[in-house]
């Protein structure tokens, strides 16, 4: 799926469109297996800001799979960005850029849909998709109960050597241990 940020913006184009998670292969790859058959919707808004740059205002939703990477259950995600961009001709706009929306550089007329949207929504991919399930993670469970009972063992203080120790054995006339 291509997109024409330059021409949608100066028509002031609503753009709406479904496509796979193949689409978006960093995502997919991310998601692994678990992600094949998911989904993403892209419903934007492309205009030019006061200055005459494109932007684009975006929701994008992603409905798909996600194994967890602690207890490798696989369970349900539905993750919805909200995206507000700028696009720039090149690095040095960008670094000139002081404006409220993300800045994005694009090259060429025509892109991926990928290239504008998959950064927001790889950001938005939860570590751990069963931590925010009924039943939480066992996995991440079992880790926190291990650090708070390592936390609750006080550690015995370590005893600091005197660094003038050795001037000491020096003007007693003992040598140090080599």
Not at 19 to 33: M, N, Q, T
Not at 143 to 155: F, G, H, I, K
Not at 159 to 165: C, G, H, I, S
Request: charged share 30%; aromatic share 6%.
């Amino acid at each position: 799926m291509v997109l024409e940020p330059y021409r949608l913006a100066r028509e002031d184009a609503q753009y709406t469109v479904r496509v796979s998670l193949a689409d978006f292969p960093r995502i997919a790859e991310a998601l692994g297996p678990a992600g094949a058959g998911g989904m993403v919707a892209v419903d934007a808004h492309f205009f030019r800001d006061e200055q005459g740059r494109p932007c684009v205002e975006a929701t994008v939703r992603l409905d798909g799979r996600q194994r967890c990477a602690n207890c490798e259950r696989e369970e349900a995600l539905a993750l919805e960005v909200r995206v507000d961009l700028v696009v720039l001709r090149d690095e040095a706009a960008q670094a000139q850029y002081a404006g409220h929306r993300d800045p994005i550089t694009l090259e060429g007329k025509k892109v991926p849909l990928a290239d504008v949207f998959e950064d927001d929504l790889l950001l938005a991919l939860p570590e751990r998709p069963c931590a925010a399930q009924a039943e939480p993670c066992p996995y991440a469970e079992a880790l926190w109960v291990m650090a708070s009972q390592q936390a609750a063992e006080p550690e015995a203080p370590k005893k600091r050597e005197n660094p003038f120790a050795a001037l000491a054995q020096l003007k007693t006339g003992e040598l140090p241990p080599e």
